[in-house]
Antibody, heavy 121, light 108 residues
Framework: EVQLLESGGSLVQPGGSLRLSCAAS????????MNWVRQAPGKGLEWVSG????????YYADSVKGRFTISRDNSKNLLYLQINSLRAEDTALYFC??????????????WGQGTMVTVSS | SYVLTQPPSVSVAPGKTASITCEGN??????VHWYQHKPGQAPVLVMY???DRPSGIPERFSGSYSGNTAALSITRVEVGDEADYYC???????????FGGGTKLTVL
């Protein structure tokens, strides 16, 4: 069974940092691009970042570029999101999502349950 | 940047057909994907590349587009179809994924 399990979310002060992880199982991890998508409380889905199957291409939303870094460890089937300089507007449920394709993100066919990041003093 | 516009809400009676629209400039040239999202659950891909249905998604779900508008149709709507629905494209001109604002489907 294809599964994604996020972890690492917590309550963080503004300006702080956090690393989110996503453990993948049930598929050949390196054969697919991966993404992070977030949902702020009461809001819609917002794509945050994507990474190609071998990690050579990364993509970011303008709202997080320069503060967030996506990476992956294909030997461990893990996806990461390093979040720096956190702001109140980064408060959201962060989902890990598997892509259909290997290089450029397209459609997200498997999602995790999400991990909550709360930015507050 | 590319903008996808969805109606905030759509209401339909059980057994009827629901149509959820997604408007974007030259949307036919993009591959539009649709997600169903129920509270407390992971989103589910219900349609990709306008009209392709992932395995496990009922044939009651179909997708289409015309001009600048894509649409997700659900025939013989059930109470279990009540959810938020989002359209999404990959904007290859700026290498960003874009979601529509979402449509809350209410089954009366």
């Amino acid at each position: 069974e294809v599964q994604l399990l996020e972890s690492g979310g917590s309550l963080v002060q503004p300006g702080g940092s956090l690393r989110l992880s996503c453990a993948a199982s049930g598929f050949t991890f390196s054969s697919y691009a991966m993404n992070w998508v977030r949902q702020a409380p009461g809001k819609g889905l917002e794509w945050v970042s994507g990474i190609s199957g071998f990690g050579g291409n990364t993509y970011y939303a303008d709202s997080v570029k320069g503060r967030f870094t996506i990476s992956r460890d294909n030997s461990k089937n893990l996806l990461y999101l390093q979040i720096n300089s956190l702001r109140a507007e980064d408060t959201a449920l962060y989902f890990c999502a598997k892509d259909f394709t290997i290089v450029t993100p397209s459609a997200f066919d498997v999602w995790g349950q999400g991990t909550m990041v709360t930015v507050s003093s | 940047s590319y903008v996808l516009t969805q109606p905030p809400s759509v209401s339909v009676a059980p057994g009827k057909t629901a149509s959820i629209t997604c408007e974007g400039n030259d949307i036919g040239g993009e591959g539009v994907h649709w997600y169903q999202h129920k509270p407390g659950q992971a989103p589910v891909l219900v349609m990709y590349n306008h009209g392709d249905r992932p395995s496990g998604i009922p044939e009651r779900f179909s997708g289409s587009y015309s001009g600048n508008t894509a649409a997700l149709s659900i025939t013989r709507v059930e109470v279990g179809d009540e959810a938020d629905y989002y359209c999404q494209v990959w904007d290859s001109s700026i290498d960003r994924a874009v979601f529509g604002g979402g449509t809350k489907l209410t089954v009366l």
